[in-house]
């Protein structure tokens, strides 16, 4: 599959996951740990059979991730999914916004701290007008709270490891996106297995109207028993396992195929989409008129960068000139990128001595 088709299914996967996963919430299975562990299970269950039916190839013994490898890069992308909840429960809504926009600065970081991989000023900023746009269609309301911070502070650099993982592991031990994914699964199965039966599988502290306690296990064997309406929600959560499975692979090809940075210019995108739907399906109400016009104004730049991301790293793909060289002044060239400079001064070298031999 092209890089192209990976981001596509990601955002369509990514969306289909987030409607079906409220479905399943509102349907009263709240525990997005269990949920989680469900997610895992299926992906290990999936690969063994497409194993058995010669779909899948699994590394060849003695090449592949060596186990520890496996478990950092599993519990990475566990912790990233943890704390970004946490982050959501004990932050407003606004300020989880700014700490996903914050995973792309923290991305490049790490990158030209660890790996020595630097973005050009180019990139930079259109990264800059995306994350301006993204800020300005999405942040209302910050509120911070010392419990939440650190939570989003960990949120953050969690993801960011492990998309940047995700990317240079499959280089570093030549595997394919499927291969990773089915690496870490078993890994992820028992670290959301724990968290589950900490915090979900038995009702530690019972409501204090008496009413039933609601833990996981309550919820199964309530649909065991014949509740037909949790049954329904239970073969929902059943669909949620092909949809994160979808997500998982198509995001593991799409940072495999290019890198973390534009993993997140598509996320950013997709969030931009969804908002576009949301115009269009439900309309304002009167009293939102101005978050409607931050909206579309935080879009319209959004989709500026989006389409600069892409079209500069066309064009460095090809090795040719983009549209900051066709248009803009050889000065504004000079601060954007050093390179151009040097350019300068070597081709003003070559006159003075082409003079000077004359």
């Known amino acids: 599959m092209s890089a192209a ?9 990514s969306v289909a996951l987030v409607l079906v996963n409220k479905k399943v919430f509102t349907g009263g299975f709240k525990f997005p740990m269990t949920l989680s562990f469900f997610h895992f299970v299926f992906t290990v269950i999936w690969y063994q059979l497409l194993a058995l039916g010669g779909a899948y190839s699994p590394p060849t013994p003695g090449t592949g991730m060596p186990a520890l490898e496996k478990f950092k890069v599993a519990a990475a992308g566990f912790a990233s999914i943890g704390f970004m909840n946490l982050s959501l429960n004990y932050n ?13 600065p923290v991305t490049l970081v790490i990158n030209a701290m660890a790996y020595g991989v630097h973005a050009s000023a180019k990139i930079k900023l259109s990264l800059s007008i995306l994350l301006a746009g993204v800020g300005v269609a999405t942040v209302t309301d910050v509120e ?7 939570f989003g502070t960990l949120a953050v650099f969690t993801t960011a490891v492990f998309q940047i993982w995700q990317g240079t592991k499959q280089k570093e031990f030549a595997i394919s996106a499927t291969q990773l994914q089915a690496g870490i699964a078993p890994w992820q199965s028992f670290q959301a297995l724990a968290v589950s039966v900490v915090f979900e599988f038995y009702c530690v502290t019972p409501p204090a ?3 039933p306690c609601d833990s996981a296990l309550s919820y199964f064997s309530d649909a065991a028993g014949g509740d037909e309406r949790k049954r329904r929600v239970l073969w929902i959560v059943l669909a949620t396992c092909f949809l994160a499975l979808a997500v998982n692979l198509c995001s593991f090809g799409l940072i495999g195929r290019t890198s973390a940075i534009t993993f997140q210019v598509v996320g950013h995108a997709k969030t931009c989409l969804v908002l576009v739907g949301g ?13 409607l016009y931050n909206n579309i104004m ?12 892409g079209h500069l790293k066309h064009a460095a793909g090809n090795d040719q000139p983009d549209c900051l060289d066709m ?3 050889g ?14 001064r070597e081709e003003t070298e070559g006159l003075k001595g082409g003079s000077s031999s004359g």
């Not at 407003?92 to 792309?104: C, E």
């Not at 000065?331 to 300068?344: N, Q, R």
């Open 5 to 13: 088709a990976y981001a596509v299914g990601n955002v369509a996967s």
């Open 92 to 104: 407003s809504v606004g300020f989880y916004q700014i700490t996903k926009l914050t995973i792309i």
């Open 144 to 150: 911070l709270r010392p419990l939440g911070l650190s």
């Open 209 to 211: 109207d008496g009413s």
């Open 279 to 291: 115009y269009l399906l439900f309309p304002s109400k009167l009293g939102d008129t101005q978050q």
């Open 298 to 309: 935080g879009v319209s730049v959004a989709m500026i960068g989006v389409i600069l991301y």
């Open 327 to 329: 248009t803009c002044p």
């Open 331 to 344: 000065c504004v060239l000079t601060i954007i990128e050093p390179k151009y400079s040097e350019i300068e």
